[in-house]
């Protein structure tokens, strides 16, 4: 199975700072990556497909970037409504998951 | 509107099993494949297989075949998920999600599975 690496694993920002989360594939996935955020006690919620597309209704403060084996998640202006952990997802055959990024506000 | 609304808690002994279901509705259920993905507490994301409901084919992690079980029953647009052979480890919150070709874009509501003696 293709494992992904995620990193960091946690990160501590301020209101407003860039938040950059990177996902490493341990084989080529061309653009199958998806970022899903999950708050606590919540299901997961698609924010972007196909390593760069943005999820309709999602805020463009989102962003992602990569292709091949290396990833990218941006969060170009950190929101209070932003603490979430955050998961990298290849879909190809089968899906994985990063082991997620927590996000918390300095 | 899209919905997955999945089946309540459940407090099962080790060596049991457990049925997970996932009711869809907003949609018309044969035409997108569910995912079943579990969580621990505190711990990350874990997929677990997929079922195509039209078909009724499946595909398994490794690490649960042969105790993964998963059916649908399409007059009820429901999807369901038996893990058997309980144990402690399998203590999690199961989610179902329907899968787009991009990924899972609706996820159900999540249902706690509790193994204890």
């Known amino acids: 199975d293709i494992q992904m690496t995620q990193s960091p694993s946690s990160l501590s920002a301020s209101v407003g700072d860039r938040v950059t989360i990177t996902c490493q594939a341990s084989q080529d996935i061309s653009n199958y990556l998806n970022w899903y955020q999950q708050k606590p006690g919540k299901a997961p919620k698609l924010l972007i497909y196909d390593a760069s597309n943005l999820e309709t209704g999602v805020p463009s403060r989102f962003s992602g970037s990569g292709s091949g084996t290396d990833f990218t998640f941006t969060i170009s202006s950190l929101q209070p409504e932003d603490i979430a952990t955050y998961y990298c997802q290849q879909y190809d055959n089968p899906w994985t998951f990063g082991q997620g990024t927590k996000v918390e506000i300095k | 509107q899209v919905q997955l609304v999945q089946s309540g808690a459940e407090v099962k002994k080790p060596g049991a099993s457990v049925k997970v279901s996932c009711k869809a509705s907003g949609y018309t259920f044969t035409s997108y494949d569910i995912n079943w993905v579990r969580q621990a507490t505190g711990q990350g994301l874990e997929w677990m297989g997929w079922?195509?409901?039209?078909?009724?084919?499946?595909g398994y992690a490794q690490k649960f075949q042969g105790r993964v079980t998963m059916t649908r029953n399409t007059s009820i647009s429901t999807a369901y998920m038996e893990l058997s052979s309980l144990r402690s480890e399998d203590t999690a919150v199961y989610y179902c999600?329907?899968?787009?070709?991009?990924?899972?874009?609706?996820w159900g509501q999540g249902t706690l599975v509790t193994v204890s003696s």
């Open positions: 079922m195509n409901p039209n078909s009724g084919n499946t």
């Open positions: 999600a329907r899968a787009v070709v991009t990924g899972a874009d609706y």
